[in-house]
Protein backbone atom coordinates (compact mmCIF):
# COMPACT_ATOMS: atom_id res chain seq x y z
CA UNK A 1 0.00 0.00 0.00
CA UNK A 2 1.60 3.51 -1.12
CA UNK A 3 1.59 5.23 1.92
CA UNK A 4 3.44 8.75 3.13
CA UNK A 5 2.66 9.20 7.00
CA UNK A 6 3.81 12.84 8.37
CA UNK A 7 5.40 13.34 11.95
CA UNK A 8 6.80 16.06 14.29
CA UNK A 9 4.28 18.36 14.45
CA UNK A 10 3.19 19.84 18.19
CA UNK A 11 2.61 22.64 20.11
CA UNK A 12 5.60 25.43 20.61
CA UNK A 13 6.09 28.94 21.24
CA UNK A 14 6.42 32.01 18.65
CA UNK A 15 10.08 31.67 18.24
CA UNK A 16 10.50 28.06 18.42
CA UNK A 17 11.40 25.25 15.67
CA UNK A 18 9.98 21.82 14.91
CA UNK A 19 11.02 19.64 12.16
CA UNK A 20 8.60 17.47 10.38
CA UNK A 21 9.35 14.24 8.71
CA UNK A 22 7.41 12.88 5.98
CA UNK A 23 8.31 8.83 5.04
CA UNK A 24 6.81 6.90 3.02
CA UNK A 25 5.79 3.09 2.23
CA UNK A 26 4.64 1.06 -0.23
CA UNK A 27 6.94 3.12 -2.70
CA UNK A 28 10.33 4.71 -2.95
CA UNK A 29 10.42 8.54 -3.09
CA UNK A 30 13.56 8.63 -5.49
CA UNK A 31 11.89 9.14 -8.36
CA UNK A 32 9.22 11.92 -6.77
CA UNK A 33 9.29 15.55 -6.45
CA UNK A 34 7.84 15.99 -2.62
CA UNK A 35 6.10 19.24 -1.75
CA UNK A 36 5.23 20.21 1.67
CA UNK A 37 2.11 21.86 2.26
CA UNK A 38 0.10 23.42 4.71
CA UNK A 39 -3.86 24.61 5.49
CA UNK A 40 -5.27 26.63 8.38
CA UNK A 41 -8.33 26.77 9.77
CA UNK A 42 -10.92 28.58 7.14
CA UNK A 43 -8.13 28.95 4.15
CA UNK A 44 -7.26 27.01 1.30
CA UNK A 45 -4.36 24.57 1.25
CA UNK A 46 -1.25 26.34 0.88
CA UNK A 47 2.37 25.12 -0.86
CA UNK A 48 4.95 25.75 1.51
CA UNK A 49 8.31 23.84 0.10
CA UNK A 50 9.02 21.37 -2.44
CA UNK A 51 11.81 19.78 -3.72
CA UNK A 52 13.21 17.81 -6.31
CA UNK A 53 14.07 14.28 -6.89
CA UNK A 54 17.65 14.76 -5.95
CA UNK A 55 17.05 17.31 -3.48
CA UNK A 56 19.48 19.61 -5.87
CA UNK A 57 16.17 22.21 -6.29
CA UNK A 58 14.12 23.53 -3.92
CA UNK A 59 11.85 26.37 -3.59
CA UNK A 60 9.67 28.15 -0.66
CA UNK A 61 6.67 30.69 0.00
CA UNK A 62 8.20 33.77 0.46
CA UNK A 63 6.25 33.34 3.68
CA UNK A 64 8.70 31.15 4.74
CA UNK A 65 11.93 32.11 3.06
CA UNK A 66 14.98 31.65 5.41
CA UNK A 67 12.98 30.17 8.37
CA UNK A 68 12.19 26.82 6.88
CA UNK A 69 14.72 24.56 5.46
CA UNK A 70 13.10 21.48 3.41
CA UNK A 71 15.79 18.60 2.80
CA UNK A 72 15.63 14.58 1.96
CA UNK A 73 17.13 11.35 2.68
CA UNK A 74 16.37 9.19 -0.02
CA UNK A 75 17.94 6.06 1.56
CA UNK A 76 15.85 6.42 4.01
CA UNK A 77 13.11 7.24 2.22
CA UNK A 78 12.16 10.68 4.52
CA UNK A 79 11.83 14.25 3.47
CA UNK A 80 11.93 16.40 6.54
CA UNK A 81 11.01 20.59 6.92
CA UNK A 82 12.97 22.39 9.84
CA UNK A 83 11.20 24.85 10.76
CA UNK A 84 12.82 27.94 13.24
CA UNK A 85 11.72 31.22 14.24
CA UNK A 86 7.97 29.87 14.21
CA UNK A 87 5.02 32.54 13.95
CA UNK A 88 1.77 32.32 15.17
CA UNK A 89 0.65 32.61 11.55
CA UNK A 90 2.21 29.31 11.28
CA UNK A 91 -0.01 27.22 12.78
CA UNK A 92 -1.64 24.76 10.14
CA UNK A 93 -1.92 21.58 9.22
CA UNK A 94 1.53 20.38 7.16
CA UNK A 95 0.82 17.62 4.48
CA UNK A 96 3.54 16.25 2.69
CA UNK A 97 2.81 15.35 -0.93
CA UNK A 98 4.94 13.02 -3.86
CA UNK A 99 4.31 14.27 -7.21
CA UNK A 100 5.75 13.43 -11.15
CA UNK A 101 8.70 16.23 -11.47
CA UNK A 102 8.77 18.77 -13.88
CA UNK A 103 5.01 18.99 -13.02
CA UNK A 104 3.84 21.84 -10.90
CA UNK A 105 4.52 22.05 -7.40
CA UNK A 106 0.75 22.53 -6.54
CA UNK A 107 -2.14 20.33 -4.90
CA UNK A 108 -3.96 19.45 -8.12
CA UNK A 109 -0.86 17.77 -9.44
CA UNK A 110 0.20 16.01 -6.44
CA UNK A 111 -0.22 12.13 -6.75
CA UNK A 112 0.06 11.16 -2.91
CA UNK A 113 -0.35 12.76 0.44
CA UNK A 114 -0.14 11.58 3.61
CA UNK A 115 -2.50 12.38 6.51
CA UNK A 116 -0.80 15.75 7.57
CA UNK A 117 0.65 16.58 11.51
CA UNK A 118 -0.89 19.66 13.68
CA UNK A 119 1.67 22.42 14.09
CA UNK A 120 0.23 24.86 16.65
CA UNK A 121 2.12 28.43 17.40
CA UNK A 122 0.97 30.24 20.47
CA UNK A 123 2.16 31.65 23.43
Known amino acids: QLQLVESGGGSVQPGGSLRLSC ?9 YAIGWFRQAPGKEREGVSCTSPSGGITNYADSVKGRFTISRDNAKNTVYLQMNSLKPEDTAVYYCAA ?6 CVPD ?3 YWGKGTLVTVSS
Do not use: E, K, Q, V
Open 23 to 31: AASGFTLTY
Open 99 to 104: GIWGRP
Open 109 to 111: DMN
